[in-house]
Nanobody, 121 residues
């Protein structure tokens, strides 16, 4: 059973930084795309950033130049460095990974449980 465990969220002042981590546990054969998503109160879940298996990244316009997504495929770990945080970045952040657990298995999507990031003075 694969689980994604997120860490690094919390309360930060505007202009501050946080580094989110997401580690996959369990039997993992290979990983494909990974990403971060967020859901603010009263809004739907939105893409923050994604990174594919060869390191190509994609960002929401609202975070470009402030957030950096990275991964360690060998450790099945995903990161999100968030700088110059704004109040509008406040949301529950979720990590997601597409991976397979065995050589003959299909690629499947897995999600973390979500963690709160609050940007407030």
């Amino acid at each position: 059973q694969v689980q994604l465990v997120e860490s690094g969220g919390g309360l930060v002042q505007p202009g501050g930084s946080l580094r989110l981590s997401c580690a996959a546990s369990g039997t993992i054969f290979s990983t494909d795309s990974m990403g971060w998503y967020r859901q603010a109160p009263g809004k739907g879940r939105e893409l923050v950033a994604t990174i594919n298996s060869i390191g190509i990244t994609n960002y929401a316009d609202s975070v470009k130049g402030r957030f950096t997504i990275s991964r360690d495929s060998a450790l099945a770990t995903l990161y999100l460095q968030m700088n110059s945080l704004k109040a509008e970045d406040t949301a529950v952040y979720y990590c997601a990974m597409t991976l397979k657990t065995q050589p003959t298995a299909r690629m499947s999507d897995y999600w973390g449980q979500g963690m709160q990031v609050t940007v407030s003075s």
